[in-house]
């Protein structure tokens, strides 16, 4: 990660974040930041497609509208995640008539001068409710040049869930510790399973930056100790 970060950003000169996203994505990138829209930064009134829409990434109209899964947290993942959805978890099957039926698409890739590097923080499994019937969550942290903030990302294998594959779920700021803000949001996010009565993620299907034993540690603060 600190040498994405040393590619990415030139000495103590900040990068201009247009030369790196399509102004769209800048917008959209803004708005959730908390950050106000310049002058020429289309509103997102502008920026809403069908999931369907081709061409640079956009707002989706038909996700739903509660924290953290909405259609600006779901377009901030599909920015973040464009280089990494092969290692995206995905559900398949096939169909009575043969067809290979997959839970997730592909969505929108943009051409950037600095390609984003998400790097997995890790993948566990909720629950396996049948044979080959898995639940996977796929967390990865990706750092945006230009706005000096890591996005945290998670990623489901079909809309079963969430009713979307990808979502935001939390951002820091570069000066921040990287693995202490990862694992607070990891850990807020899963607050909001237990605090729900959500029972804890079963096991862990792939280590990244956040080994299984620190995991096991995170689940256990969050289900036996309930804090976050």
């Avoid at 600190?2 to 030369?19: D, F, L, S």
């Avoid at 069908?50 to 909405?70: F, Q, S």
């Avoid at 950037?112 to 080959?132: F, K, M, T, Y």
């Amino acid at each position: 990660m600190k040498a994405a970060e040393e590619r990415q950003e030139v000495g103590t000169r900040r990068i201009n974040p247009n030369n790196c996203f399509e102004a769209g994505e800048v917008s959209i990138l803004r708005t959730y930041f908390g950050l106000k829209l310049r002058r020429d930064d289309p509103p997102l009134e502008s920026l809403y497609a069908d999931e369907e829409a081709t061409g640079p990434i956009r707002l989706w109209r038909d996700v739903g509208d509660e924290e953290p899964i909405t259609p600006l947290s779901n377009a901030v993942a599909r920015i973040c995640l464009t280089d990494a959805q092969e290692r995206l978890p995905q559900w398949g099957t096939v169909d009575v008539r043969g067809h290979v039926v997959l839970g997730r698409r592909e969505f929108e890739r943009a051409e950037r001068l600095l390609p984003l590097q998400p790097e997995r923080l890790l993948c566990i499994n909720w629950a396996d409710s049948g044979p080959g019937f898995s639940w996977p969550e796929d967390y990865y942290v990706t750092f945006l040049p230009g706005f000096n903030r890591y996005v945290v990302t998670a990623s489901s294998d079909s809309t079963d869930s969430y009713g979307v594959t990808d979502f935001a779920i939390g951002f820091f700021a570069k000066r921040e510790d990287l693995m202490s803000a990862c694992q607070r949001i990891l850990r807020k996010w899963w607050q909001k399973s237990a605090s729900s009565d959500g029972g804890p993620w079963a096991y862990l299907f792939n280590e990244g930056l956040i080994d299984e034993e620190t995991a096991e540690e995170m689940r256990d603060r969050v289900w036996t100790e309930g804090g976050e």
